[in-house]
């Protein structure tokens, strides 16, 4: 997770195809530790990062339009950014990496 003024980059490893959706967890991966997002949708067509990018804004409290995929489009390891995150966000993103806020 590396914040600047106005942005905040979420390092995500996303498991498509799971029985029940759920954010939370960690996984080291290679944009360092990641936050786990399972989604019911299929890696088709770009159907599971958009279910991951809508978990995430979900579950940060956001809207869905201020969470952009900046990296991993192909990959189950992704790099979000979460434009104007609210005070407090960063404590809700590390409490949902470390499986405290399920």
Known sequence: ?????????????????????????RFDGPHGPALVIAVTAPAVDGRATEAARRALADALGVRPAAVSLRAGAASRDKLFLVDRPAAGLADVLRRLRDGSAE
């Open 1 to 25: 997770m590396v914040t600047m003024d106005d942005t905040l980059t979420v390092a995500v490893r996303v498991k498509p195809g799971v029985s029940r959706a759920r954010v939370g967890g």
